[in-house]
């Protein structure tokens, strides 16, 4: 994707400076956006001297790590696979795509799809600061409370919507003002109103002329509708964009506190435990491997396929598996890594009538427009989420002109349900992921129903100067086979993975409702693998409310 750049803008000289007191060790650590110069290769001073070890500086992590260190009593080492957040293609959100397959994406493949013609899909997952937070389209979007009171409902306490509501405002710095649903003054600015492309403005007008309702507000009292998303973005239409990751908005600040200490380029290889209480981790970091103690937590917030293989790795999990590779059992556990879902999209892809303007604002990702409908009338909230795009998304092997625009079907609720497993003993040894993605019917249905009543937005009025020839899946395949065949063939990622370490009561649960492992004490899971189904909608905002209401039940013990 190429647009026009303004030039990088980085911050004050000043905030580039080494905060010595961060206690900041074995690695490089980013303040503000901007690398450090200095390091410290201090690791036989981290015996014994942290009260948590955090593992993963995600879109959890970074906030689990500014909350936990409010306390200054409490000393807290954050640890991260990935390296600093220092490109400028992750600061500046018109440049998102250049951040798949660089090196700051894990770039995971999965394993062939049988109902997807044998494709593997590719998931990337952000391995830097922030992690996926500093990756992904920045759209700020909680998702239909719906979903967390079913979370509730089966035996979750504390995790309806009305109870999780105050962790999504006690983040929330929204460009219009606290109100009774939005918050303002916290870390992460949300920005609601801002120019959007000319041909984006033309889909969500003809959306409404197709009967859906105008809806400025996605976070707001009602999901339905059609409208701009909103985005975790600073100076949108302005010639300083500035992506807004977890790393930016939460991690940056808690640098300045001296119970913090962050390591980066360190790759956790198992946690430490005595019977079944979890004390401490090992990692390795340039070619040595280290541990370091943990007087109270071990907090895993690597995501949905990191922090299950850690978990298996450590001899958590299905003891079946576990056994197969030589790995000690601490704790048969046989839903880590089970319950992997994810959501669905698949384009549709129209020629323009008049050549479409490219992405010329730095400041905006492509990705700033979206519809909220259901499949059904009768379903309990929204079950589709289309994006509005206005370039071209062609999925792996489909390519045809360039002077196209995207309406990308999105299914939000899926009902398949796949797995994660080892595929040996050391974390060098690739994941098997196989999501299993349009085994049932269901999730096959919702995908024709984005399909057709995408197509009726195709043809009114508003697109009418800028919608020709329907490119994929093409005029001429109308019935509900020939679709579903369709979807099969150019179904892709939503980037929106869940449920390896699902929160819940079962004997396939993982986490209880305070996201303790079951069976082990000491040991937390906080990060979207813990969600026992997902969000109908982007799962970063979920993430950081997840964090947010992890802390406070760490604080209280």
Sequence with gaps: MTSLLAPYQPADASRRQFLTRAGVVSGTVMVGGLLTGARINAAQDLAGSFDYIIVGAGSSGCVLANRLTEDPKVRVLLIEAGGPDNSENISTPARVIELWKSPYDWAYDTAPQKHAKNRSLFWPRGKTLGGSSSLNGMIYVRGDRSVYDAWARAGNTGWDFRSVLPYFKKSEDYSRGADALHGQGGPLHVTADYQPHVLTQAMIDAAVQAGHPLNKDHNGEQILGVGLTHLNTRGVNT???????????????????????????????????????????????????????????VILSSGT????????????????????????????????????HDHNMVPLIYEGKQQIPPPSDPSLTPLHAQIFAKSQPQRPGADMQPLLIHVGYYPPGLDGPANVFTLCGGG???????????????????LHIDPNVLATDYDIAVLVANIRMLRKVAQQPALARWAGREVYPGASTTSDAELADYCRSAVVSYHHQVGTCAMGRGTMAVVDHQLKVHGVRGLRVVDASIMPSVTAGNTNAPAIMIAEKAADMIKAG
Excluded: C, W
Aim: charged share 25%.
């Design 239 to 297: 010639i300083s964009p500035a992506r807004q990751s977890t790393a930016t908005a939460f991690l940056s600040p808690a640098l300045e506190r001296s119970n913090l200490s962050v390591i980066t380029n360190a790759r956790v290889l198992k946690v430490l435990t005595r019977g079944k209480q979890a004390t401490g981790v090992r990692y390795e970091q340039a070619g040595r491997n280290r541990e370091v103690k943990a007087r109270k937590e």
């Design 305 to 340: 396929l990191e922090s299950p293989r850690i978990l298996m790795l450590s001899g958590i999990g299905d003891r079946t598996q576990l056994s197969e590779f030589g790995i000690p059992v601490v704790h048969h556990l046989p839903g880590v890594g089970k319950n992997l």
């Design 412 to 430: 939000v609720m899926p009902t398949s349900r796949g797995e994660l497993r080892l595929t040996g003993a050391s974390v060098q040894d690739p």
